[in-house]
């Protein structure tokens, strides 16, 4: 048997794919399905109903309901199927489709639910008892479960079920109004979940997982749309019931005289029910849903087709197995012949190397001799020796630029740039570039003392390319052009910077362009800084530290950002100079030239004048040092010593009592080291009077913190006014917020009843209870549903459509998919700012909104996603994928639209993935996330670390470094991301 058989096995499947192609063909051929009214109205439905019958219903109401919506008609389509062949003009005068099947026999729902899918127009479809009753909100209820994803431009995979009433109660003619259903006098039965009543998927969800079962044992009454709806949650689709005190279905009984709504006894029963049942649902779906199957038992061939030509496959060299046998797989007999085949071929093999040619060997050996055999061997097979299959070589790890591999005992270090190694030849072993060793860590030394690297650049900062050689960092000049790492006079020159690790090349990079600043020396009452090449000297009051915070000024520049850095060095008292010895001697100059603050506390400023040093108290207020006088004041005190001035100012100022702060009706005052809060009403107080401190309403404590947190408790039961909204007041009493309407004027906070006005707002903060307020005067925007690709808001009296591309949820970090929370979370001016946009519509009703909207869908394009330098369009019934550098297209232009570098799909999913698969996409960014970039490349999403600088996503060596992190979804990523860093976080936390 042939290693490469592709030809015999095509041959050997020749007749199962012919007959698969021969059913297809049937299956799209006109014959007994018959098309009596299609819907060709230009308006693109959100919702396909599909409707069975099987010549079986006793009345047509339902269509009257669902004529009856709150949402437009052409929102919306109805099909109508029956099994077999039977025609209702009044059937035909109120659906968009009517299509009969000419089943015979026993009926089988399934295909009529496929040709329901396969002619539906809408995202949506829905499989619903015909003779049901149902909510004017029926729809509404599901277009807005199926939220709209901004980031596919389609709506969420979901399935979502129904709940449906019944009633022992016959149907009731002439029934027109909701409400009478849900009248009590119909006896409703309790809640009994009903998964075959009424199940909603996606489209595309139904075509990618096989649309419903068509196997034999769905005949009959044992069937339903859950057997689809379970295949779609085992495929890891959520599953969600509505919530049947909003919207339900309502259902009265079929007419049955004498079994009372139970199962009558007759032939056609026991025909209807020829399988068996797990509590009346079908016996296949059960298994189906318990074995965790995805795809049906019987696939309609058509939908099989179309599943298959939507898989978007790498390589031709793939494509040739990817449409080997249809949909019923290899025949049986091909599999029992090749394994025959297989086993001789194997034996013979075996029987040949084993048996034959090691005796031919030794009988040559025997008539020419050792020598000559080996002669001779060589003259054929060059050096090569013979090898132990048992003894194969065996990659243990990569290692820099190595490969280390251990073979018959031996360990290798195999250069990655020489490729493939043959293990057999002597000659290619003994290569000088190949190291070799008695174990991995002897092989791993002398790797690194070969010095064969390839160095790796690691990223660039200013004029620096900090590039990876073996162990070391190095950073290069650019203007040094390229360096020969091998060469140990050039990576030696004094330009190169180099450390061990990255952290350590970069600081001496700053360091020797000068980008940190340096604490060069204090002088007198200044620290002297050096930053890019300047010399600043700084007062020592502007930085506040201890009392010997020179020694440490050096680590306080060092842990300033570049914003403070900045802010420090442009005060008004920073002098600046270019050479440090002018500096100093302006310094020296300063103190004669006008009066300079260098140190305060609470009650005494300490001034440098004319080389002198003044300790002034902050009573005495402003002072003219010009006027000797002033300066002859007995509290002012005049030194030599800046150290003696700042010991005068700090003892001097424990005997005067300082103001530091006014909070909530109380003066903060430090007194001899200790604080004291005084109630405002008490007045000034004389802090040497023992009796006027002690008064009991004065609060003391040690520090600042628990003086405001004694206050805190003494005000806690006073209320006190945080804000006011238009006509209400939010005030604060006893940890608890209140908003109360001006109209309602004082109140008694003593008095638990009038806090219980139907008018007052409680909350816990004062976040919750503004927004509790802007909620009830009606200024808090608010989502009233979704039409096509916009979401219409009321917001002020007024309604807007704000497009559903405007508001993309974030990627990484707690997704918003509920549009209403997003809205809620805007500050009026986000929200006033958003309104504004050029693409929000406006109406003074929501209708004549839906009216815009309906009219825009028809003839414009409308801008659903944007990815990897294209844009996805959505114009009439397609979507296109148009490559930003085309500019404007105009549609209506078919020269224009027919351009080769245009892809156009009526699915988004199949545009978005062919975008990917361009040559010329780019990589793109989606957000970044702590120190990572996250970046999808066709179809591929990569978390890259910011240090690693640009990386070329052409070249697999780059992306394929194991500092990248990639996967195929955004939950796999996260599940990396979070594992790489050896965090506990919840992963529900990020989830869309």
């Not at 696939?299 to 990817?322: A, H, L, Q």
């Not at 408790?713 to 209140?738: A, G, H, M, Q, S």
């Not at 990484?812 to 509920?818: E, G, L, M, R, T």
């Amino acid at each position: 048997m042939k290693v490469l058989n592709y030809d015999r096995v095509i041959r050997g499947v020749g007749g199962r794919k012919d007959a698969y192609k021969r059913a297809l063909f049937a299956a799209q051929s006109p014959g007994t399905v018959t098309i009596h009214k299609a819907n060709h109205r230009d308006e693109t439905p959100i919702v396909s109903i599909i409707l069975l019958d099987w010549e079986c219903r006793e009345h047509y109401s339902s269509l009257y309901w669902l004529n009856q919506q709150d949402v437009p008609r052409n929102q919306y389509e109805l099909i109508w199927i029956e099994l077999y062949n039977q025609v209702v003009p009044e059937v035909t005068a109120q659906v968009d489709w009517h299509i009969t099947c000419g089943q015979s026999g026993m009926y089988h729902k399934h295909l009529g639910y496929n040709i329901g899918v396969l002619n539906a127009r809408g995202d949506i479809v829905t499989v619903c008892d015909s003779d049901a009753i149902f909510p004017p909100d029926f729809i509404s209820s599901i277009t807005e479960s199926f939220e709209y994803d901004a980031n596919k431009g389609c709506q969420r995979s979901l399935v979502l079920m129904h709940h449906e009433m019944r009633s022992s109660f016959l149907f009731p003619e002439g029934l027109k109004e909701i409400e009478d259903v849900k009248s009590k006098k119909w006896k409703w039965w309790p809640l009994n979940p009903n998964a075959g009543a009424c199940m909603s998927v996606r489209k595309s969800d139904a075509i990618r997982y096989g649309a419903f079962d068509e196997h034999d044992s769905y005949r009959g009454y044992l069937c339903g749309p859950y057997e689809l709806g379970w295949r779609l949650i085992n495929a890891g689709m959520p599953e969600v019931w509505y919530d049947h005190t909003v919207t339900a279905l309502w259902h009265y009984a079929h007419p049955d005289p004498v079994g009372v709504n139970g199962l009558r006894a007759s032939v056609n029963i026991i025909f209807e029910n020829t399988y068996p049942h797990v509590d009346l649902h079908a016996i296949k779906a059960v298994e189906a849903f318990s074995a965790g199957k995805m795809l049906p038992l019987q696939e309609n061939p058509i939908v099989f087709d179309m599943r298959m030509k939507d898989r978007v496959i790498g390589t031709t060299f793939e494509e040739r197995y990817s449409d080997l046998t249809g949909p019923e797989g290899f025949p049986q007999w091909l599999l029992w012949y090749m394994t025959i085949e297989l086993f001789i071929s194997l034996s013979m093999k075996v029987i040949v190397a084993n048996i034959l040619k090691p005796a031919m060997i030794k009988t040559l050996k025997l008539l020419l001799g050792k020598r000559l055999y080996k002669f001779i061997r060589s003259l054929f097979y060059g050096d090569y020796e013979e090898i132990d299959i048992n003894a194969m070589p065996e990659i243990i790890e990569s290692y820099l630029t190595y490969n280390i591999i251990e073979y018959r005992g031996v360990i290798y270090g195999i250069p990655m740039s020489l490729g493939n190694v043959d293990f057999k030849s002597k000659k290619q072993l003994n290569r000088k570039e190949i190291v070799k060793g008695t174990n991995t860590e002897d092989v791993r030394g002398k790797i690194e003392e070969s010095g064969r690297f390839d160095p790796e650049l690691v990223n660039s900062v200013e004029d620096y390319n900090i590039i990876k050689y073996g162990k070391m960092f190095y950073a290069l000049p650019m203007s040094l052009g390229q360096i020969d790492f091998t060469n140990e006079t050039q990576i030696n020159r004094a330009e190169i910077l180099k450390g061990n690790g990255y952290d350590e090349v970069f600081r001496l990079i700053e360091e020797t362009n000068n980008l940190v600043p340096v604490y060069v020396c204090p002088c007198e009452t200044w620290y002297i800084v050096k930053y890019r090449h300047v010399f600043y000297a700084i007062p020592m009051f502007i930085e506040k530290t201890d009392d010997n915070c020179d020694l440490n000024y050096g680590d306080i520049l060092k842990t300033k950002t570049n914003e403070d850095l900045l802010l420090l060095l442009e005060h008004k008292e920073v002098i600046k100079c270019a050479d440090l010895e002018q500096l100093k001697g302006i310094i020296d100059n300063t103190g004669g030239a006008h009066p300079i603050l260098i140190y305060t506390v609470e009650s005494y400023n300490v001034i440098k004048y004319n080389r002198l040093f003044y300790v002034v108290p902050t009573s005495i207020g402003e002072i003219d040092f010009s006027d000797e006088k002033q300066l002859q004041h007995t509290d002012i005190v005049k030194v030599v010593e800046y150290e003696e001035a700042l010991r005068i100012a700090r003892e001097r100022n424990d005997l005067l009592p300082a103001l530091l702060r006014t909070y909530k009706h109380y003066n903060v005052v430090k007194y001899k080291k200790i604080i004291y809060a005084i109630p405002s009403s008490l007045g000034k107080i004389d802090f040497t009077n023992e009796a006027q401190i002690n008064v009991e309403d004065i609060l003391r404590g040690a520090t600042i913190e628990e003086v405001t947190a004694l206050i805190e408790e003494v005000c806690r039961l006073v209320p006190e006014l945080i804000d006011t909204v238009d006509n209400y007041n939010v005030i604060k009493y006893d940890n608890v917020f209140y908003g109360l309407p001006a109209s309602l004027g004082k109140i008694d906070f003593n008095d638990k009843t009038r806090l219980e006005h139907n008018d007052i707002i409680i909350g816990t903060n004062r976040k919750e209870v503004l927004y509790l307020i802007r909620e009830a005067i009606h200024i808090v925007p608010l989502l009233l549903c979704s039409c096509g690709h916009y979401n219409i808001v009321k917001y002020r009296a007024g309604f807007h459509a704000i497009p559903k591309s405007l508001q993309r949820a974030d990627f990484i970090y707690k997704s918003k998919v509920n549009y209403h929370d997003i809205l809620r979370e805007k500050t009026e001016a986000e929200l006033l700012t958003l309104l504004q946009h050029k693409d929000v519509l406006h109406a003074p009703s929501d209708e004549g909104l839906k009216a815009m909207i309906g009219e825009i869908g028809r003839f414009q394009p409308v801008l659903v996603d944007s990815l990897a330098g294209y844009n996805v369009v959505k114009y009439k019934k397609l979507f296109y994928g148009l490559p930003k550098s085309l500019g404007d297209v105009d549609f209506t232009d078919e020269t224009q639209t027919n351009n080769d570098r245009i892809i156009k799909s009526a699915l988004y999913d199949k545009v978005l993935n062919a975008i990917q698969q361009r040559d010329d996409v780019a990589p793109e960014l989606l957000c970044s996330y702590e120190d990572y970039n996250i970046i999808m490349y066709k179809n591929v999403l990569y978390a890259v670390h910011k240090s690693l600088g640009a990386v070329d996503f052409t070249k697999k060596s780059q992306i394929n470094r194991k500092e990248i992190l990639k996967a195929n979804t955004k939950e796999e990523l996260l599940y990396l991301f979070v594992k790489s860093v050896n965090r506990q976080w919840h992963l529900d936390e990020y989830q869309d």
